[in-house]
């Protein structure tokens, strides 16, 4: 579907009337979601695809995935934590997993950014050097 501009106004509009406190509020982006869909103003459904792309781009901006060869500490975690809320902000989402394939290391995501320290990516730069 194609997104006219006036719909990206309203789609960012409304993005903007669900923060509270400079955080995105869940029961607000509710309630705005349900008041748009009971007076389906003209564009509505181009309006809502753009403010659903930008609460995604958001959630996704505020949510850290660390991926680590083995179990990490709790220790670790936490320092993790601090490092990554002192570079993005507090409010972080930061989830753990465990992923073997990356032989060692540490593969961190927020957002579009990725730090990839593992033994994993280093092997494939070494490889696709030669």
């Known amino acids: 579907m194609k997104i006219n501009k006036q719909a990206r106004r309203d789609g960012k509009a409304l ?21 748009v869909v009971q007076t389906k103003p003209r564009g509505y459904l181009a309006a809502l695809t753009h403010f659903q792309r930008l609460v995604k781009l958001h959630l996704d901006s505020r949510t850290a995935v660390v991926e680590n060869a083995v179990e990490t500490s709790p220790e670790l975690q936490s320092g993790l934590r601090g490092a990554l809320e002192k570079r993005y902000g507090r409010g972080l989402n930061v989830r753990h997993a465990v992923n073997p394939a990356l032989l060692g290391g540490l593969r961190i995501r927020v957002g579009s950014d990725v730090y ?7 092997l494939e730069a070494l490889k696709n050097a030669f």
Do not use: I, K, M, P
């Open 116 to 122: 990839d320290g593992s033994v994993l990516a280093r």
């Open 15 to 35: 993005f903007r009337s669900c923060f509270v406190d400079g955080q995105l509020d869940e029961t607000r982006t509710r309630e705005v979601v349900r008041r």
